[in-house]
Structures are given as structure tokens and as C-alpha cells.
């Protein structure tokens, strides 16, 4: 039988975790409203047309879904880390690394396989693409010889350059002339849209992973060991927890996830693969994880909010004369008001643990 007080305890968390969300936001587009107001835009109006334009209309909502698959995936790479206490900076470059083995299979094995094994293997190989690239920090932090922030931010760029060599080179179109970008992708190979909209496959799959998440971390016991492990590494290990085994098969995961995000961008939108096809989805989507404080459903909260903001650097160069990078204005302010909150919330516990101790 359920304990009232249990179901009583999760729902005032839940309640805290939306008011924490809401006063970030809040407090982030306050400080953007005041930049706004430098350089003498009116914020109110600035506000009204970027949701006017995003969630007012069937189009502008089917935009913001389109928006929110990568983000979606790209913050769940990093939530699922950062609950046995690892963080994966490194969502872009698996993102990358997901659509350049995806597009080689498209590419590769059109004349191979039969049309109905397609979209199941471009799944799979743009999971398993993202999942081995993340699977490199996971092995150096493992073994105890590099520390998986470091070396997954700087495999990012390693990623969008190793794209770039496969674009200009052996994946190259050779009918389109200077444009760097692969041959189109065989229908067999691209993820269906639904109706008549932009929003694709993609909506399945990041649907299906924040379920898969949600119950795995919540109602397994690889979930409990998860938060024992990142409560606790060394209490976890004398207990004999496998702790490498967990860094490296939740790594693959994760980069697996945001392969999926860059095998959809691909796979959908584009119908090539291109250089410089994501707009940072990977680092937004940390920042998105970090704002959700690593929660499933606060994931898909933030993924629709961010999606929103971003969408609106078209609406803020039309309305208000500003440039598309406003919004990463906007983003970088929320972004340092996340940072602040918990760094100075360390400070707080620290220095009330060491008044009570002294």
C-alpha cells in the first residue's frame, strides 16, 4: 500500500523543483529585460511577439516540437551521467559523430539493404555512433586517467572536424559543384514526417527515451545503484558495486542519445549530411539538463522553453532590430544564473555546515 505521506513528500518536491524552474526563468528574463531596456527596446513587446509568433499558430507550435526532439535528446545524454555523478559536456560532438555514421549507412548500404530495414538501421547507427564516441571519455575516466569534463568538451571539436573532413571528402556530393555536403539520402533512409508538419520520427524516439529514463531511474534497481553511486562512489565501491562498468555502459548510453538527436537532424531536416548542421543543440541541451535539475520531465519542460527563446531571434531581429544572437544573450544569462545558484548554494552549506561544527 502507497504511504499518503510518502506521495505527500514527492509532490511537495515536485512542487519546490517548478518553483525552482520559474524563478530561474523568471529571474533570467528580467535581466534580459533590463539589456532590452539599454539599448531602449520595449521588453514587454519584445516578449509578446517572440510567444506570439512561436506558440500562437499550428506552424509555430509544430516549429517549436521540431525544436524541441534534439534538445530533448541532447539533455537526457547529460542527465543520465550526471545521476552517478558524471558530466558529458560532450553532447555536440556525439551528436556529430551519431549523423556521420548514420549518413555513411544511408550512403552506404542504400543498394545493400532492403527498403524496409532502413530507418531501424540508421536508428542504430547513429545510437551506436554517438554511443562510441562517448564511450572514449568514459573508458579514460574508468581507468582513472582523465577526467570525462575535460575530455568530452575537447571531443567536440575533434567531432565537427572529423565531419567536416567526410563532407569535403569521401562523402562529398560531387554534383554540387562548391557546396560542401553529401549526396541526398535514399527515401528508404529518412525519417518519416508526421502529416504535413516539419515534426518528424524523431518526436517517437525522444518520447520513448525520457519514458525509458523516467522508469529505469526511478522503478529499477540499476536506478538506485545510479543515485548510490553518484551519493556515494566510494561507499558504492566497498559495497561492490561495479563502478567502472556503470561509468562506461552509462557513457554509451548517453552519447547514444545524442547520436540519435544528430542522425534525426540529418535524417529529417537536412536530407544531407552538412557542416555546421546543429545549432549547439548539445550545448543547450547541458544547459537544459542543469536547469531541469537532471529530471526527466523537467527535461521536456526546459527543452519547450528554450526551444521557444531560440526560435525567437527571428521574431527579435523583425520586431525589434536586433540581432539573431539576442537569444544567446538570453540563454547565456540563464545559463549564469543556473551556475550562481548552485555555486553559491555550496558556499551556503559549507559555511553553515562549518558554523554548527565550530
Avoid at 524523431?202 to 520513448?208: D, K
Avoid at 519547450?304 to 544572437?325: E, R, V
Wanted: net charge positive; aromatic share 12%; with cysteine.
Amino acid at each position: 500500500m502507497i504511504n499518503t505521506a510518502t506521495l505527500a513528500q514527492v509532490s511537495k518536491q515536485q512542487m519546490a523543483a517548478l518553483l525552482r524552474f520559474l524563478a530561474i526563468l523568471g529571474l533570467a528574463l528580467l535581466v534580459f529585460a533590463i539589456v532590452l531596456l539599454v539599448f531602449g527596446k520595449n521588453p514587454i513587446e519584445a516578449y509578446i511577439a517572440i510567444f506570439a509568433s512561436t506558440i500562437g499558430s499550428s506552424y509555430g507550435w509544430s516549429e517549436v516540437l521540431v525544436k524541441v526532439i534534439p534538445l530533448v535528446l541532447c539533455a537526457t545524454a547529460v542527465l543520465l551521467p550526471a545521476r552517478i555523478g558524471l558530466v558529458n559536456v560532450g553532447g555536440e560532438g556525439q551528436l556529430y559523430m551519431g549523423a556521420l555514421l548514420a549518413s555513411w549507412g544511408a550512403l552506404a548500404l542504400s543498394d545493400v539493404l532492403p527498403g524496409f530495414m532502413g530507418l531501424p538501421t540508421i536508428i542504430i547507427l547513429g545510437f551506436v555512433g554517438g554511443g562510441l564516441w562517448a564511450a572514449i571519455p568514459a573508458v579514460l575516466r574508468a581507468m582513472g586517467w582523465l577526467n570525462e569534463t575535460i575530455s568530452t568538451l575537447l571531443l567536440n571539436y575533434v567531432a565537427i572536424l572529423w565531419v567536416d573532413y567526410f563532407v569535403f571528402g569521401p562523402l562529398r556530393d560531387p554534383s554540387s559543384a562548391n557546396f560542401p555536403q553529401s549526396e541526398p539520402f535514399p527515401d528508404a533512409f529518412r525519417l518519416p514526417f508526421l502529416g504535413s508538419t516539419r515534426i518528424h520520427f524523431g518526436l517517437i524516439i525522444a518520447t520513448v527515451a525520457v519514458a525509458a529514463l523516467y522508469f529505469v531511474l526511478n522503478r529499477t534497481r540499476w536506478g538506485y545503484e545510479m543515485r548510490a553511486i553518484g551519493g556515494n562512489p566510494n561507499a558504492s565501491r566497498r559495497h561492490g558495486m561495479p563502478i567502472s562498468r556503470y561509468i562506461i555502459v552509462t557513457m554509451f548510453i548517453a552519447g547514444g542519445l545524442a547520436g540519435l538527436a544528430g542522425m534525426g537532424e540529418t535524417m529529417a531536416i537536412q536530407g544531407r549530411l552538412r557542416p555546421g548542421f546543429s545549432p549547439d543543440y548539445g550545448y543547450i541541451g547541458f544547459l537544459i539538463s542543469w536547469l531541469a535539475l537532471h529530471n526527466p520531465l523537467g527535461v521536456v519542460v526546459m527543452s519547450f522553453l528554450l526551444a521557444i527563446i531560440a526560435l525567437g531571434g527571428d521574431t527579435l531581429q523583425i520586431t525589434q532590430s536586433m540581432p539573431f544572437s539576442s537569444v544567446n544573450v538570453l540563454m547565456s544569462i540563464i545559463l549564469f544564473i543556473v551556475l550562481a545558484k548552485f555555486s553559491f548554494g555550496d558556499i551556503f552549506k559549507r559555511f553553515t555546515k562549518k558554523e554548527a561544527t565550530s
